[in-house]
């Protein structure tokens, strides 16, 4: 069974760059698609970003131009980047892996939250 | 943008009742590869999302055969039998069949 770890700062200033990294453990990264999921604190869930390798990516169009994916194949981790931040991007960010042929979120991290403020 | 309204917001049960949570997409979820990517996930208190039903109606592995799924098109459905105090948490239907993928608001489930 796959399990995924975040890490990253929890406190980011506003217009600065948040940074996640997400750990893989019981599969590889390669054999899987993934995705980040966010969950501002008592709200409800917002998906983010779905990719392959670095070869599929897609973003959800409201956070496009500040988001970016990376992915290291030798650490079996993979990263997100949210430029340009501010309070409403306060929330939690789960990454999960995505469940082959069913479009849907089998495996999810613990999450980590992430506050945006100075 | 995919809409997708759940109703009720809110549902009370009695211990060992049933509940039903409805999810209504604002267009059509089926797939021109002839699937529907609709998929229901329970969060606990304190907990991430847990996968429970994908594509409309199939159980995921361990999830118990209490929960169903149900529904076509836009209207989807649902069921948990026999509701026991593990099943308070907030329930959402999401969708996967056109990007950005969307989820509904939620519907919290506890005990009356």
């Known amino acids: 069974q796959v399990q995924l770890q975040e890490s990253g700062p929890g406190l980011v200033k506003p217009s600065e760059t948040l940074s996640l990294t997400c750990t893989v453990s019981?599969?590889?990264?390669?054999?899987?698609?993934w995705s980040w999921i966010r969950q501002p604190p008592g709200k409800g869930l917002e998906w983010v970003a779905y990719?392959?390798?670095?070869?599929?990516?897609t973003y959800n169009p409201s956070l496009e131009s500040r988001v970016t994916i990376s992915v290291d194949t030798s650490r079996n981790q993979f990263s997100l980047r949210l430029s340009s931040v501010t309070a409403a991007d306060t929330a939690i960010y789960y990454c999960a892996s995505v469940l082959f042929g069913a479009n849907g979120f089998d495996y999810w991290g613990q999450g980590s939250l992430v506050t945006v403020s100075s | 943008d995919i809409l997708m309204t759940q109703t009720p917001l809110s549902s009370p049960v009695t211990l060992g009742q049933s509940a039903s949570i409805s999810c209504r997409s604002s267009q059509s979820l089926l797939h021109s590869d002839g699937n529907t990517y609709l998929s229901w996930l329970q969060q606990r208190p304190g907990q991430p999302p847990r996968l429970l039903i994908y594509k409309i109606s199939n159980r995921f592995s361990g999830v118990p055969d209490r929960f169903s799924g149900s529904g076509a098109g836009t209207d989807f459905t649902l069921k948990i039998s026999r509701v026991e105090a593990e099943d308070v948490g907030i329930y959402y239907c999401?969708?996967?069949?056109?990007?950005?993928?969307?989820f509904g608001q939620g519907t919290k489930v506890d005990i009356k």
């Open positions: 999401m969708q996967g069949t056109q990007f950005p993928w969307t």
């Open positions: 990719f392959y390798h670095n070869e599929i990516s």
């Open positions: 019981g599969g590889s990264i390669s054999n899987f698609y």
